[in-house]
Structures are given as structure tokens and as C-alpha cells.
């Protein structure tokens, strides 16, 4: 299922498109306040969790289809990531994502996939990491931020802080004024003509972290735009979960070169 693998992935399916066009913003740099300071502050927003349960319902849509889904999300706090997809109350695919490999399973095609990061890296062009999607889900930037250099800009609503991460990388995220939260972030490739777009429109304050209720994915990839938006129903935290995963028998393995 096209959905899940976007979802699970992080919409970086967009990585190993042909080019299309690409538009970056110009920046202009300010002080009014350095960007480490913002970095620090939006880090003080640490998670204290030790799982986390989420019920949700997803909305895929790209140039071909639309598609609304139930998406069950388990996560045990920098081990494991469970994401179960229903449609009418019927398990359709699974993924189980750990620090050392993803595994997924889709009974419509009726195809797994079984593999280490470096596999998918090499896929997708760009280093996909468990970090990175645990950071999605929770509304963590997907890069760490005090490894880059990054100047600022003052807007309106809050900070954009933005940087280029290597000869065909840029990334900007944007934060609130209050709470430094990410709202959005932003990853392009402009000489391939690949953008990823991160969107939070509404965060919740619980006892164990701040998280977002809302997280709208982006992509544009050969000149088509795909959008996956996930609403979080419910969120409970550090209840005793399982995390069941098995390959149905008999479905074909997915083998990437």
C-alpha cells in the first residue's frame, strides 16, 4: 500500500524521483535572536515518556487517488514503532520500525519487506534513521539541530531558522514564539526537484510531553504532489503495550537493488 509505505518512510519516496521544479525562498538573515537560543529552547521541550498509544485517522491523496484510513501508532520510546492500517475496522498493512531494521506487510498486494536502514537509504537517496521517524510522529525536528550551522529569521508568528546541510540540502524549520515548538519544517533538494514538507498546526500539552494533534506531510515529486494528513483522535502514555508483527504466509518478498 502506497499510504503506508509513505507514512512509514516518511514521505521520502520523493528522494528517488526525477527532477522537477523547485522554488526556494531567498533568506535573510537576522539577530534579533541567534538560532542556537532557539534551538535551546525548543530542545527544553524534552519528551518524558516511556510508550505512547495513538489512534488516528489518515487522509492520502495524490494525483491518482484519495484514500481515508485508520492508523493505530504504538511507540516505545527509542526501541520500536508499531503502525497498524485499517480500513472499516480491518487490518490492511502493518509496519514495525526498530533502531536496526523496518519491516512491512501489505495484504492488498499481498508483498512484505524486511530490511536495514542502509538498504532503504540507498533506495531513497537520503539517511533514514528510527530517530527520524520516531521525531515525526512526536513533532521532533528530523535532523538534530545542534550538529548543523543555521542563521534566523524573524517572522511574524514566531522564528525560521534554516541552513544548507550539504551540497544539495536545505532545511528550514519554523517555531512559535511562545513554546518553540516546530509548526513546520521543511527539507529540499532544488537541484532534484524534491521537497518535503512537515506540518503541525495543533499542539496538546500533556504532563509527559507536548505533542501535536495534526501532522500534514507534503511531497512533491516529478511534479506531482502527495499529501498524507494524519489527525491524532486520542493519545495515552506509558500503558503496558504489545507490538504483535507476523508476515502472513505465502506473500512475495520485496527485494530493492
Known amino acids: 500500500m502506497k499510504y503506508l509505505l509513505t507514512i512509514v518512510i516518511l514521505a521520502t519516496t520523493l528522494f ?3 527532477p522537477a521544479k523547485v522554488f526556494v525562498e531567498e ?3 537576522t539577530n534579533e535572536l541567534s538560532a542556537s537560543k ?3 529552547k525548543h530542545y527544553s521541550n524534552k519528551p ?7 489512534k488516528s485517522t489518515a487522509n492520502y491523496q495524490d494525483a491518482s ?8 501508532i504504538k511507540i516505545k520510546k527509542d526501541e520500536k514503532i508499531l503502525i497498524s492500517i485499517r480500513v472499516l475496522g480491518i487490518t490492511m498493512a502493518k509496519a514495525l520500525i526498530t533502531p536496526t531494521k523496518v519491516q ?3 495484504k492488498i498486494n499481498t508483498k512484505y519487506f524486511d530490511g536495514d536502514y542502509s538498504l532503504l537509504s540507498r533506495w531513497l537517496g537520503m539517511n533514514l534513521n528510527f530517530t527520524k521517524v520516531q521525531n515525526m510522529l512526536i513533532g521532533q525536528s528530523l535532523e538534530n539541530l545542534n550538529e548543523g550551522k543555521y542563521e534566523t529569521v524573524k517572522q511574524e508568528s514566531g522564528y525560521k531558522i534554516f541552513s544548507n546541510l550539504g551540497a544539495n540540502t536545505n ?3 519554523y517555531f512559535d514564539a511562545d513554546r518553540f515548538l516546530i509548526n513546520k519544517e521543511e527539507i529540499a533538494q532544488p537541484s532534484q526537484g524534491r521537497l518535503l514538507q512537515l506540518s503541525y498546526p495543533k499542539h496538546q500539552n500533556f504532563a509527559e510531553v507536548i505533542m501535536p494533534m495534526n501532522l500534514i506531510i507534503d511531497a512533491i515529486q516529478n511534479e506531482n504532489k502527495t499529501n498524507i494528513n494524519i489527525n491524532y483522535n486520542s493519545i495515552t502514555f506509558n500503558e503496558e503495550l ?14 530493492i537493488n
Open 65 to 72: 487517488q484519495s484514500q481515508k484510513v485508520s492508523a493505530e
Open 27 to 29: 533568506q535573510k538573515p
Open 16 to 18: 528517488s524521483c526525477k
Open 171 to 173: 532545511i528550514s524549520c
Open 48 to 54: 518524558n515518556f516511556k510508550t505512547i498509544y495513538i
Open 38 to 40: 532557539i534551538i535551546q
Open 104 to 106: 512491512y506487510y501489505d
Open 242 to 255: 504489545s507490538f504483535p508483527y507476523s508476515v502472513p504466509e505465502s506473500y512475495e518478498r520485496i527485494i
